[in-house]
């Protein structure tokens, strides 16, 4: 309810400008010792009034009115008025207004059930129960676990991909460091923990994404999908050559890979090299190598080596090295 009048002081304390008493006056006009305006106390028990020394009583020794006070007495004109303070009017806080109050200045635990007393919410327009044993579904977000997948470039192929919580049928996107997108051509549920994919990349790097029915998803951390060309054997398949027996010898091996990585390993996949001989190689050359033993007669091995590159793609060649008995002569290059 809106008030008639002047606002009195409230919540404030105001000290008031000197007063010089004469002896003969008791009225005196209240100013804001500060900013000179005039001041209204609210009562005259909000004021503290000391003269000569001696604090006044409210309403015993000084009555007011609007913005002026008056003594019982006029104050002689040898006394003092020490100080006039306006100590202003207690409020109520009230009620806060709108948007006022911030989560910082709500007491912890100060909200509770019973001061939820609204049965539903809105959230993005759409009506939420929160009575009764309402549940509130969680998404159990696909993983993936596949670390590194090799596929053969600009060529429809399928590779397995292989995590968690896959639903059947997800949808599966392959990502290019550019960011493009590609999705896939073919998505084959097998269970859970595995798919097959098919599509069809140019020569690349791919993060992987797979996203559920439901919405949930996940991009591999890193590009695990690679797109390239297998490594291409240098060496001729065949014979790499013959050596006497109790010779030592060495054969060299050579693979390329594509301009994306080494090869990192030569490895023995099937077949056996000379007695005496081992097979090493680094991220270039592989080396059959060794001083001959065991055998009796001449006698031709056959084996098959497999190059792999960093992509983890291989590729198998078949060679042959023939130990002769009774011939003279050293051993013969490739």
């Not at 007393?117 to 044993?133: A, C, E, M, R, Y």
Request: net charge negative.
């Amino acid at each position: 309810m809106a008030l008639i009048g002047r606002n009195t002081v409230t919540g404030n304390f105001v000290k008031c400008s000197s007063l010089t008493p004469d002896g003969s006056t008791t009225t005196f006009t209240l100013t804001n010792a500060t900013t000179g305006d005039n001041v209204y106390p609210g009562s005259q028990n909000s004021l503290l009034v000391s003269v000569s020394g001696v604090i006044q009583a409210p309403g015993d020794a000084f009555t007011i009115n609007n913005n002026t006070i008056t003594f019982t007495e006029a104050p002689g004109s040898s006394d003092t008025i020490d100080f006039v303070i306006i100590l202003g009017d207690l409020v109520s806080i009230g009620t806060p207004s709108n948007d006022t109050v911030d989560t910082v200045h709500i007491k912890n635990s100060a909200v509770h059930n019973t001061k939820l007393q609204h049965s539903s919410i809105t959230i993005n327009g759409q009506s939420v129960s929160l009575g009764g044993s309402t549940t509130i579904s969680t998404i159990d977000r696909p993983t993936i676990t596949s670390t590194s997948i090799a596929i053969e470039p600009s060529t429809g192929t399928t590779f397995t991909l292989t995590g968690t919580n896959f639903q059947s049928v997800p949808i599966v996107e392959l990502i290019s460091s550019t960011g493009a997108i590609t999705v896939a051509s073919s998505v084959t549920f097998n269970s859970s923990t595995s798919l097959t994919v098919g599509t069809n990349l140019a020569a690349g790097d791919y993060f992987v994404r797979v996203e559920n029915n439901d919405g949930g998803a996940v991009r591999s951390s890193s590009a695990i999908l690679h797109s390239s060309i297998a490594p291409a054997w240098q060496t001729a398949a065949g014979s790499l050559g013959s050596i006497a027996a109790g010779a030592t010898q060495s054969f060299t091996l050579l693979a390329y890979d594509d301009s994306s990585g080494p090869i990192t390993q030569y490895s023995l996949q099937s077949g056996s090299l000379p007695g005496g001989f081992t097979l090493s190689g680094d991220s270039s050359i592989g080396t059959i190598s060794g001083t001959e033993s065991g055998s009796t007669g001449t006698t031709t091995y056959s084996f098959t080596i497999r190059a792999t590159d960093d992509d983890g793609q291989t590729t198998d060649r078949a060679f042959t090295i023939t130990v002769s008995h009774g011939a003279s002569g050293g051993g013969q290059f490739n």
